[in-house]
């Protein structure tokens, strides 16, 4: 019997040990910060400039990011916001798709899974026509990237599987958000990101 104890406090303490050598980075309203980094970046991508470049603060609406400096001015709304959830909100600026990438930036090297997510435009008593959204992985080595959802983008509702896959220190996992229209809705973009030691 004192052994079938030993045995089990044993597997115990290694279960505990294996717990807490996983390191766990979600993005959820207690994660969403008024400040870039240090994994966790917002940015959209210009279809016009073609380039990915950081979101605009917009202080007085909280942790609100958004593609214009000044949006009341310009009455241009694609952000990253907190509102029930952290929710990627795209369009377009002349003409042309501007993006919102909620991007992680992998802090050290290892295998890491990205946990099932579901990218769902918020009920806002509106229509929308599906939005389009990729999961990336840039490559800071090579300069690749690889969508990790297939070769195209997937249309929401869209609900992914567990991802695993080796990143090193650097590399980034980009989830992205493209409208299909001039924009408007809201698709919640909340992923689990999980280090295996």
């Excluded at 917002?42 to 000044?70: M, P």
């Excluded at 949006?71 to 916001?81: G, I």
């Excluded at 599987?161 to 809201?186: M, P």
Aim: charged letters at 25%; proline letters at 4%.
């Amino acid at each position: 019997m004192k052994k079938l104890i030993s045995l089990f406090l044993a597997a115990l303490m290694l279960v505990g040990i294996t717990t807490a050598m996983a390191e766990t980075f979600e993005m959820n309203e207690e994660n969403f910060l008024a400040e870039q980094g240090p994994v966790w970046f917002y940015r959209y991508y210009s279809e016009e400039e073609d380039a990915i470049k950081d979101l605009n603060l917009v202080a007085e609406w909280g942790v609100n990011w958004q593609f214009s400096a000044t949006p009341q001015a310009d009455e241009v709304y694609h952000s990253l916001c907190e509102w029930d959830g952290i929710q990627a909100m795209p369009g377009t600026w002349l003409g042309k798709q501007v993006d919102m990438l909620l991007v992680f930036a992998a802090p050290k090297d290892g295998k890491v899974t990205i946990a099932p997510m579901s990218f769902v435009i918020k009920d806002d008593g509106n229509e929308w026509e599906p939005y389009k959204v990729q999961i990336q992985k840039f490559d800071a080595a090579t300069q690749e990237v690889t969508n990790l959802l297939g070769e195209d983008w997937q249309l929401t509702p869209y609900d992914t599987e567990a991802i695993e896959l080796e990143v090193k220190a650097g590399d980034e996992l980009r989830f992205v958000v493209r409208s299909t229209g001039s924009g408007g809705a809201a698709v919640s973009v909340m992923p689990v990101i999980t280090y295996a030691e």
